[in-house]
């Protein structure tokens, strides 16, 4: 006796359980509608915030590209000048280098040229030497007549050893000359060379600094990109808001749903039907407020009529739940919807016929179905006087 009160009291509470999620179901849809604009309205503000937040972002990126550009096509100005001086330098180098050898080839002309004239000289001084003792020899024998003799041809010897020594200092001269120029001209080329490093030095200096800005260009780019599409999304999801908004002000007053279509196109078996009946986990007698229709897993749930998706989630008892306002205070309720099996999301808007959700059994429920509900100002309706399967 003492177990089946017990048993009694248990089944009491399951109901008002049960009593009590209807209750709040309905309350929720009656209220549902006026929170959700609200909640729409709001998140318009937000997301219309957010998108003057990153278009200040896109604009402050944009003049951060325009100057990195800038200061690029500065340096590759700069590095196009100084590539010029640089191979001016070096073909100044190698001219320097042309006339070097060529200087130093007449060097050596000189020099055998020298070596030329001073053996020259000392043949003749070799020569002269020889008569000039001969002569002596002579004027030794015969001194009173041929003294003047004696005197022009040691003047002679005189003369022609000047003209060779100036010969001689001609061409050293001529040699030192060209030996000064070819210094001067290799001091050139190793001021040429230093300053030919110190233009490759800086070459390698504006070449990091370009890298660089071709580094911050590109990531530049890739931000304005990132933040261009974010803009483009936030501004679709704000329009879409907008839409929104105003199909919702519209449906608050009047009905937009049109004529309601069975919402499980491939099974037409009701399980079943609106009013009291025998739970079938509970085992109890109460009010079924929608139909059953009976369906395979998986099975395609269409919208049957034209409105917003309100709720799109869990939903206790009813499992995943999907619930649509049509305007004039109608909405209609999916629920036991298989778990990932939404098709819509919460402020979408849909068309009567519209693939929804897949149908599963996550709530209460012994099987595969979809409850299907039809309520006026938050009161449930017998569904089959809105649709026919």
């Known amino acids: 006796m003492r177990k089946k009160r017990e048993e009694h009291a248990h089944m009491i509470k399951r109901i008002g359980y049960v009593v009590t999620v209807f209750i709040l179901v309905s309350v929720f849809v009656l209220q549902s509608f006026a929170g959700q604009l609200s909640e729409y309205e709001k998140q318009k503000k937000e997301k219309d915030s957010n998108i003057k937040k990153v278009g200040s972002q896109i604009k402050d990126k944009k003049a951060d590209l325009n100057w990195n550009k800038k200061k690029r096509d500065e340096i590759i100005k700069e590095l196009e000048n100084i590539g010029l001086k640089k191979e001016e330098i070096e073909q100044r180098i190698q001219l320097l280098e042309s006339a070097i050898q060529s200087l130093e080839e007449a060097i050596l002309i000189e020099e055998a040229e020298y070596a030329r004239q001073e053996e020259m000289l000392k043949e003749r001084l070799r020569v002269m030497h020889k008569r000039t003792v001969t002569i002596w020899e002579l004027d030794e024998l015969f001194k009173c007549k041929n003294l003047n003799d004696l005197f022009i041809k040691v003047r002679y010897m005189q003369l022609l050893s000047e003209a060779d020594q100036r010969l001689l200092d001609s061409v050293e001269k001529k040699r030192n000359e060209i030996e000064q120029l070819k210094q001067q001209k290799t001091t050139e080329i190793e001021n040429c060379i230093e300053q030919a490093r110190l233009y490759a030095q800086k070459i390698d200096e504006l070449e990091v600094s370009r890298s660089s800005l071709d580094s911050r260009i590109s990531a530049d780019d890739k931000e304005i990109k990132k933040y261009e599409k974010m803009m483009d999304q936030m501004l679709k999801e704000s329009n879409d808001l907008e839409q929104l908004i105003k199909n919702m002000k519209t449906m608050g007053s009047d009905y937009i749903g049109g004529s309601m279509v069975w919402p499980m196109p491939t099974n037409k078996h009701i399980a079943s039907g609106y009013g009291n009946r025998i739970h079938p986990i509970y085992k109890v007698w109460k009010m079924h407020t929608g139909i059953d229709i009976g369906s395979a897993m ?10 917003v998706v309100i709720y799109a989630g869990s939903r206790s008892g009813y499992g995943n739940t999907i619930i649509i306002d049509h305007g004039g205070g109608i909405t209609t309720l999916y629920a036991h919807i298989v778990s990932r099996g939404f098709l819509v999301k919460t402020g979408q808007y849909v068309k009567a016929g519209q693939a929804i959700a897949k149908a599963g059994m996550t ?27």
């Open 363 to 389: 709530g209460t429920a012994t099987g595969p179905h979809l409850h299907f509900e039809v309520r006026v100002n938050g009161a449930t309706k017998d569904p089959l006087k809105y649709v026919k399967p």
């Open 298 to 307: 998986n099975e395609q749930i269409v919208a049957a009529a034209d409105g």
